[in-house]
Nanobody
């Protein structure tokens, strides 16, 4: 059984920073991709950032230059560094990862975290 747990959300003023973490636990062989999504009230869930093979990154236009995604394979943890936060970044942020177990590699399954609230307000 694999679980993803996010942390690091909270209330921050506009222009501030937060770092979200997403830690995978269980019998993990490899995390081939990790993604951060967000969902604001009344809006669809949107993809914010993705990292594949530990280093290839891609971002939504709305966060380019402000957010940075990274991954620490030794800790089975992904991060989303969010700088210069804006009120429109307010949302529940979800981690999603493609994970292989020793018994299933190279096949992988997608797992979701429970979400962490980010509120940007003065």
């Amino acid at each position: 059984q694999v679980q993803l747990v996010e942390s690091g959300g909270g209330l921050v003023q506009p222009g501030g920073s937060l770092r979200l973490s997403c830690t995978a636990s269980g019998r993990i062989y490899r995390i081939s991709a990790m993604r951060w999504y967000r969902q604001a009230p009344g809006h669809q869930r949107e993809l914010v950032a993705v990292i594949t093979d530990g280093s290839k990154t891609n971002y939504a236009d709305s966060v380019k230059g402000r957010f940075a995604i990274s991954q620490d394979n030794a800790k089975n943890t992904g991060y989303l560094q969010m700088n210069n936060l804006l009120p429109e970044d307010t949302a529940v942020y979800y981690c999603n990862a493609d994970i292989s177990m020793p018994s299933t590699w190279p096949a992988h399954e997608a797992y979701w975290g429970q979400g962490t609230q980010v509120t940007v307000s003065s």
